[in-house]
């Protein structure tokens, strides 16, 4: 069956199915509907679907595009939405390129708030061979001049599972305080990192300067100042001086491998619901 | 400014400058009120140039910029004092962030040794 189907059209009570079999190219279209100025509620409701079952061979063109424009002066609040859906099960050769673009454009200067909302998602459980380069671009552009406060959020989530070969690349979020492994160490107040150096002197009769040489560095070693209301807490860091090596996450993203070396919690009576504790921590590999 | 073989150290707050030398000192018998000294050699010049890294995204960089010249190389270190530049190998690199000034705002102390 010839592609591609096309649908620019005009019709108000439209079921428009095609089951053709022979040759000739096939255009289906769905017009707007009138528009309504009257009192009462609209709900105009357009469902659209393009159904393929074509197993010969050539390239196919789908294309589905779907406008709600949405001139509103009156009261009451408007709720349009749309929804759009692109799945794809394709086991033959050849790159896939779906895409679907979604846009809220609005310029609104009534009372009231706004929730806009896009929600997208790619899910692919792609078995083949190829790259895959799946993107998934947000823009939240608010330009605001009244009352009113704005919460806007752009949430995203990538989810990798991949099977074949290739490369994968991902960035861990900083953690907001320093932890050691999954613990979060509390209340840091100060982090001293020194990366301390060996440098040997040899000095030279006759008063020239010394040689001088770095004979090699020890690993970083770190003092965490901190307090805790928790007796739990104070636990938790004590049991970190089992001599296993861990993994220290720094707030500004830095990590590497460390043994805790010492934890000395403040036992000053007077201090019972701030306490504060010392904790050293050496590189280690 | 500070520079250390080309490289500027950011926001230098403090330089600290501990000169040595190397003297001979012998107690001389029946000789109550002094001794034999002897200036020997010098010991080189240790400073320490500490600051902190302010108003940059890349602090972490940074940091790693100085860490990364602690690799046994001579490099002239100009304090940009007045004082001429002189050859220094830098040795052990000091971090520190507080709950005050944050995470991107950490103070670094550097120490040099000067050297031949």
């Known amino acids: 069956m010839p592609f591609p189907y096309t649908f620019p059209f005009v019709f108000d009570d439209c ?14 279209a769905v017009g707007p509907f009138a528009s309504d100025s009257g009192i ?30 949405v001139g509103e002066t009156g009261l009451g609040a408007e709720a349009p939405s749309v929804q759009a859906s692109l799945t794809e099960t394709d086991s033959g050769a050849g790159s896939e390129t779906p895409g679907i673009t979604a846009s809220i454009p609005i310029s609104e200067a009534g009372a009231g708030s706004e929730a806009e909302q896009v929600v997208g998602s790619i899910p692919i459980a792609e078995s083949g061979a190829g790259s895959e380069s799946e993107q998934l671009s947000v823009s939240l552009t608010i330009p605001d001049s009244g009352l009113g406060d704005e919460n806007v959020t752009t949430p995203g989530t990538i989810l990798i599972v991949e099977e074949s070969k290739g490369a994968e690349f991902a960035w861990r979020m900083k953690p907001s305080s320093p932890m050691i492994d999954a613990l979060a160490l509390p209340h840091v107040l100060a982090i001293r990192v020194t990366d301390e150096a ?21 690993g970083r070693v770190l003092e965490i100042e901190g307090w805790t209301d928790n007796q739990a807490d104070v636990d938790a860091l004590e049991a970190l001086l089992d001599g296993v090596r861990r993994t220290f996450y720094h707030p500004n993203g830095d990590s590497f491998g460390v043994l805790v070396t010492g934890f000395q919690p403040s036992r000053t009576v007077d201090q019972y619901n701030r306490r504060l504790y010392r904790l050293a921590v050496a590189e280690a590999n | ?53 302010r108003d940059d995204l890349d602090h972490v960089l940074r940091l790693e910029e100085i860490r990364v010249r602690a690799d046994d190389t001579a490099r002239p270190l100009d304090l940009e004092d007045g004082s001429s530049a002189f050859n220094a190998k830098l040795g052990s690199v000091e971090m520190v962030w507080t709950v005050e000034e944050g995470v991107e705002r950490p103070s670094y102390s550097a120490t040099f040794h000067e050297t031949s």
């Open chain 1, 198 to 218: 060996s440098i040997a002197d040899k000095k030279v009769q006759g008063g020239s300067l010394p040689r001088r040489k770095l004979v090699g560095k020890h």
């Open chain 2, 1 to 53: 400014m500070v520079t250390f073989g080309g490289y500027r150290l950011q926001h230098v707050s403090a330089i600290q400058t501990v000169g040595s030398r190397i003297i001979h000192d012998r107690l001389v018998p029946s000789a109550k009120s002094f001794s034999y000294r002897s200036d020997e050699t010098a010991g080189g010049r240790v400073v320490t140039v500490s600051g902190q890294i």
């Open chain 1, 15 to 28: 079921d428009k199915r095609s089951s053709e079999t022979g040759s000739g190219t096939e255009a289906i």
């Open chain 1, 40 to 69: 009462g509620i609209d709900s105009p409701d357009l469902s659209a679907e393009i159904t393929p079952a074509d197993v010969g061979a050539g390239i196919e063109a789908l294309a589905l595009a779907v406008d709600v424009p």
